[in-house]
T-cell receptor
């Protein structure tokens, strides 16, 4: 069981927007703005797409955005494209002995 | 550009020790500011943080691995390594090495991953 909770799957049609939630506790997301998101197309390594809740690394389209409210972080993908299909993982710093925690991952299907 | 590459045997026997090395290029491990980490992923499952090391040798491990894990660094070769002892079939997974931001712990660069199978 992962420390952060994500929905197993989400889907949307091309051009639509989808939001993936990542729920933690006061030990991680609730107390720190150190949330990151990763995209993992099938058969590839994860790729950083959001860090520090809402910052995008160079080269990541602005269709990807992040936010946080309380102990829940969210990733929104607008203007869905077929290439966005894959798994998405959230991660956070935690003040517990674990230090870093991941969500269980969400599979995005573009219909 | 920053690149990481895992290397090591793809097959390990039960009860033996899994050993992997990550070779880093494009940045010096000794430059500081980053942690150097191992993450694994069971086939079709989520990501699991194993631990990380700083260039000075300071480490942090996921308690789930108890005393089985050891991460070391060789700054002269710009490499860091993972040792996982007493492996079982449950340790069969894809193992990734990654560079981690020292502040907010985001993984900004990843290796391609290597599949390790534990089987006799």
């Amino acid at each position: 069981q992962s420390a952060l909770t994500q929905p197993p799957s989400v889907s949307g049609s091309p051009g639509q927007s989808v939001t993936i939630a990542c729920t933690g506790t006061r030990n991680d997301i609730g107390s720190y703005s150190r949330v990151s998101w990763y995209q993992q197309p099938p058969g590839t390594a994860p790729k950083l797409i959001i860090y520090e809740v809402s910052n995008r690394p160079s080269g990541v389209p602005d269709r990807f955005s992040g936010s946080k409210s309380g102990s829940t972080a969210s990733l929104t993908i607008s203007g869905l494209q077929a290439e966005d299909e894959g798994d998405y993982f959230c991660s956070s710093f935690t003040s517990t002995t674990t230090d870093i925690v991941f969500g269980g991952g969400t599979k995005l299907t573009v219909l | 550009q920053v690149q990481l590459q895992e290397s090591g045997p793809g097959l390990v026997k039960p009860s033996q020790t899994l050993s992997l090395t990550c070779t880093v290029s494009g940045v010096s491990i000794s430059s500081g500011g980053s942690y150097w980490s191992w993450v694994r992923q069971h086939p079709g499952k989520g990501l699991e943080w194993i631990g990380y090391i700083y260039y000075s040798g300071i480490t942090s491990y996921n308690p789930s691995f108890k005393s089985r894990v050891f991460i070391s660094v060789d700054t002269s070769k710009n490499q860091f390594s993972l040792r996982l002892t007493s492996v079982t079939a449950a340790d069969t997974a894809i193992y990734y090495c990654a560079k981690v931001s020292g502040y907010d712990r985001h993984f900004d660069y990843w290796g391609q991953g290597t599949l390790i199978t534990v089987s006799s």
